[in-house]
């Protein structure tokens, strides 16, 4: 099969079809996912997405990402994912994940301690970074309560498939506020955004 | 209909730009109200103009959007039909006069009276961001007082207002706090559309291309303007209602007539105007003639 | 009966067409080629291609006609359309000491290596409107020294300075790429790339004012021309798979260094300074205005006091760019009258507050 060829060969994996409708489609997924945290949104204006990664975090990756978006791999990934992506962005990767604008991790995988990235500073805010999560799960089991900019009342929400250790983690950031972590969730073909303005309770259980 | 301009990209930016503009407002959005510094480009329309909202337009906008482009309300201002013409062009997009149609809105100095609704985005062009700036004209200063949350100059300059005029003298960009933490300034949209800002539905987005600053509001967002518990925050009125529809809750424009200081009002929302007279409502100077044609 | 003003589309249509007309002028007159302006208003090309930031004198004609001889409109059309261009390579810096000269001379030495050469400059004409110019296509005298007309590898005034120590010595910045603000917002405390840049791209007339209010004590210090060269450089880039420079273009510049007193401090001893302007094409007022304003602009890194308006780097680079001027004081023809209403509305609730407590003097203003 074709598909097996491209696995075996050393050619990258294709990135987008029509990069500029494409671009704009996943951008505009990230938007409203991080305008309205919780709620999952369809993001998948390509097929198939390479190297194991879900279609939203492909494309969103391929969207936002280029030559000046220095970019964190963390582990549990594909070798040929950051091959695939500096392919077709150009975005370098970097060892030192204080130094990524974009940072990709597992939802079930190691993550370093979420201080370790680019928080941004009071007075330049924006270079905190952009946390891509990949394999996010949208389970059922109510884990947070959401409130914030974005959010009419309030959210109910899993984990996601992102540990307790994780959101206890991302909750304590809140009093960094405006520093901090902007969470993309990709969960297959849908993003979930986690912007740092979001207030997080985590459920008794949890 | 507006022949595709060959030779451009879709909707004038590069892809490159796009993104750096893209990345801004995600930064933008994620901390409601913080100016975003993002590195603005030479548009072909004249800085001042509308650069910013053009920007941020070409940046979001996609062949499944609807645009519609107002400038003081109206679809059908000169630098609103030059812009609107401008992304026919650029992208071949649809583009309405309705409110309700539109997916994207481009807008000076107005928002919408028809309320704006979940996946709507409202695209403001601003001339000066910074809401601190008459008070402190550098931008070293007025970021420190950004990151500190150093307001009380601004609560001052209103409070020496009460005290000299007996109530706050800014008619139009009313200073807001955004989120509870960031001091916004109101675009500049009169007084009176201040509180469409909090919680709205849409999502806003703030374009500044000559200051090269981005900021957003997203939805259901705390926007509060300034205001003292004794002078409370209040929005202008009217003492008469609009001549062409009889709305009597919009936002009117005076209308000089002759120089023995005749003078009508109308709407200043022409789409709101139009549905209303379309819905058979009539003002004082509308015959019922004229609604039905 | 008012009606709501419709029709926009058309009205600028119109525009457009009156000023197409407008532009050309009495059609019995022939029309002017682009490579007419390119070669007899070449004044004109040069401040559009700097201020413009594009090296390309037919498309800087083309923009002068176009905006009908309008110098910040034709700057507008060539930025609007630079912006629109890829990257495609990085030069190397150019290598002024390297140029082949067409004018170079310096007030600060009676002579210097190499020689004054005059070159072609308005200095030293009587502005006497030559009449003779009326009449077209008349004999032209050819210059005496053409051949001698451009020298290369002359020693800049500046190295001799330098090599005797009493001038700071100028290293590059430590970051690996210069500043670039086509691409980043430009933010403060600006480093010197960037306000170099920025002054490159600055509106000539501002700053020729702020280097003349230096010069009339608001931010006095005391220049001399240390050597003002024009002629062309040739432009280098090295592409990774070449590993060697190649020469792209020839480009005619012109490049101020200005030198400046430098009192000392407690820890320095007292020396020259440098002030530095370069521009594209014949242009040396823009480049010297640009040499005082730079080093007007060094006051807080050399620890003087920062008391006019021509050192405040916040306020300078700020205001300088025309084509953001201009956008933005001319924005004021746009209509503004939703704002303006909410200013009437409160101006008259305002005005009857006061009218209720004090009703003599505002009747009375009201009669005026």
């Given amino acids: ?206 | 209909m507006t022949a595709l301009l060959d030779g451009y990209n879709f909707a004038f930016l590069d892809e490159q730009t796009k993104r750096m503009i893209r990345r801004a407002l995600l930064k933008a959005v994620a901390i409601p109200g913080y100016q975003v510094p993002f590195g603005s480009r030479e548009m072909p329309l004249p800085y001042g103009w509308g650069t910013g909202g053009i920007q941020v337009t070409a940046a979001v906008i996609g062949l499944d959007d609807t645009l519609k482009v107002i400038d003081q309300g109206a679809d059908d201002t000169t630098n609103a039909v030059s812009i609107r013409r401008f992304f026919q062009r650029m992208t071949g997009v649809r583009t309405t006069v309705k409110t309700r149609e539109a997916t994207l809105i481009q807008t000076r100095h107005r928002v919408p009276e028809t309320p704006l609704r979940e996946g709507q985005i409202l695209i403001y062009q601003v001339p000066i961001p910074e809401p601190l700036r008459w008070l402190e004209p550098r931008e070293t200063e007025t970021r420190k007082m950004h990151a500190l949350s150093e307001y009380g100059a601004m609560h001052v300059k209103l409070y020496e207002d009460i005290s000299r005029h007996g109530q706050v003298s800014t008619a139009y960009d009313y200073p807001v706090l955004v989120n509870g933490r960031y001091l916004m300034r109101s675009s500049p949209i009169p007084k009176f559309d201040t509180p469409k800002i909090h919680m709205c539905a849409a999502l806003q987005l703030f374009g500044a291309g000559r200051e090269k600053r981005i900021f957003a509001v997203p939805p259901y967002t705390d926007v509060r303007p300034l205001d003292f518990e004794d002078h409370p925050f209040s929005v202008e009125s009217w003492p008469t209602s609009c001549a062409l529809c009889g709305s009597a809750d919009s936002f009117l424009d005076e209308i000089v007539l002759d120089d023995q200081g005749g003078r009508m009002f109308v709407c200043s929302d022409t789409d709101y105007c139009a549905d209303r007279r379309a819905a058979g409502h009539a003002g004082p100077a509308t015959t019922p003639a004229e609604v039905t044609t | 009966m008012y009606v709501a003003v419709k029709g926009g589309e058309a009205a600028i249509e119109n525009a457009h067409r009156l000023l197409a007309a407008d532009r050309r002028g009495d059609p019995s007159v022939p029309e002017l080629s682009v490579a007419q302006i390119r070669e007899q208003m070449s004044g004109a090309v040069d401040r559009v291609m700097t201020e413009g930031s594009l090296y390309d004198p037919d498309l800087a004609a083309l923009a002068l006609k176009q905006a009908r001889g309008d110098q910040v409109e034709a700057i507008f059309l060539l930025r609007a359309y630079r912006t629109t261009l890829p990257r495609l390579a990085v030069s190397a810096p150019i290598e002024t000491s390297r140029m082949s000269v067409h004018r170079r001379i310096s007030s600060a030495f009676k002579d210097v290596p190499g020689g004054q050469l005059l070159g072609p400059t308005f200095d030293y004409t009587h502005r006497l409107l030559d009449f003779a110019l009326l009449a077209q296509a008349g004999p032209m005298a050819s210059p005496a020294v053409a051949g001698e007309a451009s020298r290369r590898d002359l020693p800049q005034v500046m190295d001799l300075l330098q090599a005797e120590g009493l001038i700071a010595v100028e290293t590059a910045t430590k970051s690996a790429a210069p500043f670039d603000l086509t691409r980043e917002p430009l933010t403060f405390p600006a480093a010197r790339d960037a306000r170099l840049q920025n002054l490159a791209r600055a509106d000539e007339g501002f700053l020729l004012a702020l280097g003349y209010s230096t010069q009339r004590g608001y931010g006095r210090n005391h220049p001399f021309v240390g050597e003002i060269r024009s002629g062309t450089v040739s432009v280098e880039i090295t592409p990774p798979e070449l590993g060697f420079a190649i020469d792209i273009a020839d480009i005619l510049v012109t490049e101020c260094q200005m030198v400046n007193q430098f009192a000392g401090s407690k820890t320095e001893k007292p020396t020259f300074t440098r002030g530095y302007g370069l521009a594209f094409g014949m242009a040396e007022r823009k480049a010297m205005a640009m040499a005082l304003v730079d080093r007007s602009l060094r006051a807080e890194e050399l620890g003087e006091d920062v008391t006019a308006p021509a050192q405040d780097i916040e306020f300078v680079l700020s205001h300088s760019d025309n084509v953001e001027a201009s956008g933005f004081v001319q924005h004021l023809k746009l209509p503004h009258h939703v704002d303006f209403q909410a200013e009437l509305h409160l101006v008259r609730r305002m005005r009857a507050e006061v009218g209720a407590t004090t009703a003599e003097p505002v009747i009375a203003e009201a009669a005026q």
């Fill in chain 1, 1 to 206: 099969m074709a598909s097996m060829d491209l696995a075996m060969s050393q050619e990258p994996q294709p990135g987008f079809t029509e990069p500029v409708a494409q671009s704009q489609k996943a951008f505009r997924a990230v938007l409203e996912a991080l305008s309205r945290p919780g709620l999952p949104v369809a993001c998948a204006p390509f097929a198939p997405a390479p190297h194991g990664l879900d279609l939203s975090v492909a494309a969103i990756l391929l969207a936002l990402t280029d030559l000046e978006t220095p970019i964190w791999i963390g582990p549990g990934f594909d070798g040929g994912v950051s091959d695939w992506l500096h392919f077709h962005t150009g975005a370098p990767l970097v060892a030192d994940a204080g130094q990524a604008s974009f940072a990709l991790i597992q939802a079930d995988g190691a993550c370093p301690p979420l201080d370790s990235f680019a928080l941004g500073s009071d007075e330049g805010p924006e270079t905190g970074a952009m946390l891509v999560v990949q394999g996010g799960r949208l389970d059922t089991q109510a884990a947070m309560t959401w409130r914030g900019p974005g959010i009419r009342d309030r959210v109910e929400t899993g984990s996601f498939g992102l540990a307790a250790a994780f959101w206890r983690q991302r909750h304590a950031q809140e009093g960094l506020f405006p520093r901090g972590l902007d969470l993309v969730i990709g969960c297959g073909a849908l993003v979930v955004g986690c912007p740092r303005s979001t207030r997080i309770k985590l459920s008794e259980s949890a």
